[in-house]
């Protein structure tokens, strides 16, 4: 049932021309009619699911509110029913499904009147325009003439304002000219002063130059120095090496005290020696610490470090031997008997796993490098530990040594010392395979090789052996590299650095430095040159 529309009109107005399409529109909406959706019941021949959706027509709604029509019935349509073939099921569908599809009937006919009655809105208020006088000076030639008018008063001005510019622009070139005079005669009765004002002028931004860049390099050295420094108290530093020495002094003792309180009946000993060295220790701890720390700190991580450092083991063993025992008869003569009896043997060994060679294995490559700048200043407090050997090598230099400049003619052996001085200085860090961490020994020449034309990896001392062909010391180069055995507990070769000829070799020792090979404790330990391929 259709309903009619709320908006009725007379005859005269009706009759009206100007009331024309107002009318027209009033009567399109009573006779539009919104067509109810149509049902389609479909279903699936393998579930027997029945499916209901709904079809709305594509027909326009004369209302300005477009959006809000084509928005409910799609959320009404949106709806699908999914149930067996149940009719009661399907029918309360078909029933929700009619009553939003009437809802969205009810907005659309409301959306409709609400545009009828502006339209009639509108229809009115022109109506009453038109029948208001027609203001004067409003019509098409009183319109063009004020235009011309205006575009003769803007003419006029802009001649005026250029007439205007062109005489500020004279007077300010004159009274620029007149001011130049003057100054150029000013300067010509004042020359020499102008140039003694100059001189001074010049002095003093190179100064400020000079001032500005000594400020800079004194602001990086003051932060390398901070930075390669120990944070920590004089006091807590001594008192951490105190105790590590403490617990050395301990061991020692209960290894020269074992025979006195243990029973066995031999004893064999295989010990390293007991030692560190001060500086090594304090700088483990700061690059540990990540800063300054105390010694209540550190307790624990000194017996940590002590426990890593020595390994003590005791192994006793049992053996059945055999005692040859005399006896003496009444009549004396004597008779010998074996008799079996137990025979303890107690070994003993002490490693030591060197306290340099642990940072490798406890510090993160963070810390490494911490302690490597550490080491390479001994925390700027040599006067810290006096005694220790690394104060000795620390003030030594790093061998002074001179490379012939007919040597650099060889470009392989050029490239390889320009790397390898680089790095003159640095400390030595066991395990450690570059500039961040420092280095040991073969982790410096195989870093020299990777930058200088090779391309070797990270080898090993027996690697590095094995890649270079032996040759005769006589007939050993410079660029050659060169090996010892023995240098420290360990098999094969323990050693190598890089000849650099009249018998000597740069390597990283502790720290990085030239030395000369006639030393006795490199006759004693070298094993051979090797040539690179």
């Not at 420092?438 to 982790?443: I, Q, V």
Request: net charge negative; hydrophobic share 35%.
């Amino acid at each position: 049932m259709r309903r009619a529309s709320r908006l009725k009109f007379t005859a005269e107005e009706q009759a009206a021309p100007h009331e024309g399409k107002p009318v027209r529109k009033a009567k399109k909406a009573d006779k539009a009619q919104t067509k109810k959706p149509e049902k389609q019941y479909t279903q699936d021949t393998d579930t027997g699911t029945v499916r209901t959706r709904l079809r709305f027509s594509k027909r326009k709604l004369p209302s300005g509110l477009t959006h809000a029509v084509k928005t409910v019935p799609a959320h009404v349509g949106s709806v699908s029913v999914r149930q067996q073939q149940d009719d009661n099921a399907a029918l309360d569908a078909v029933q929700a499904t009619e009553r939003g599809a009437a809802y969205g009937t009810r907005l659309a006919e409301s959306a409709s009147r609400v545009r009828q009655l502006r339209l009639h809105r509108h229809g009115t208020e022109r109506r009453t325009e038109q029948t208001q006088p027609e203001q004067p000076g409003s019509n098409p030639a009183s319109k063009w003439q004020q235009r011309q008018a205006i575009r003769r008063q803007y003419a006029a001005a802009k001649a005026g304002r250029s007439k205007q510019t062109e005489e500020a622009t004279a007077r300010a070139a004159e009274a620029a000219r007149a001011t130049a005079e003057k100054t150029s005669a000013f300067v010509r009765r004042h020359g020499k002063g102008f140039v003694i004002v100059g001189v001074l002028g010049l002095l003093l931004a190179f100064l400020l130059s000079v001032f500005s860049s000594c400020a800079v390099l004194l602001q990086g050295a003051g932060s390398v120095l901070a930075g390669s420094s120990y944070p920590s108290e004089d006091a807590d530093m001594r008192g951490a090496e105190r105790a590590y020495r403490a617990m050395e002094t301990e061991l020692e003792a209960y290894l020269y005290s074992y025979e006195d309180s243990h029973d066995y009946d031999e004893y064999h000993y295989a010990l390293d020696s007991v030692g560190h060295d001060p500086y090594v220790l304090i700088s483990i701890l700061t690059a540990w610490q990540g800063g300054a720390w105390t010694l209540e700190d550190v307790t624990d991580t000194l017996e940590t470090l002590f426990d890593l450092q020595y390994r003590l083991r005791v192994v006793v063993t049992t053996e059945t031997r055999d005692r040859t025992e005399t006896f003496i008869d009444d009549a004396g003569d004597e008779t010998e008997t074996e008799t079996p009896y137990s025979h303890s043997i107690c070994s003993i060994t002490l490693e030591n796993a060197d306290l340099s060679h642990l940072p490798a294995t406890v510090l993160d490559e963070d810390q490494l490098a911490l302690y490597a700048a550490y080491m390479g200043t001994l925390g700027n407090r040599d006067d810290l530990f006096p005694d220790s050997p690394y104060v000795a090598r620390y003030s030594s230099g790093y061998g002074d040594y001179d490379i012939p400049e007919a040597l650099l003619d060889d470009a392989r052996f050029a490239a390889i010392i320009t790397e390898a001085e680089k790095y003159l200085g640095y400390p030595y860090v066991w395990g450690g395979s570059s500039p961040a961490t420092s280095f040991d020994c073969s982790g410096y020449v195989s870093w020299v090789l990777n930058h200088s034309g090779w391309s070797v990896g990270r080898l090993t001392t027996d690697g590095l052996y094995a890649l270079c062909t032996p040759i005769p010391s006589v007939y050993a180069r410079p660029g050659d590299l060169v090996f010892f055995r023995g240098t420290y507990d360990t098999p094969g070769i323990s050693h190598v650095g890089i000849y650099v000829g009249n018998d000597v070799m740069l390597h990283c020792g502790d720290p990085i430095s030239y030395t000369h090979l006639s030393a006795s404790y490199w006759q004693q330990h070298f094993a051979g040159y090797g040539r690179l391929p």
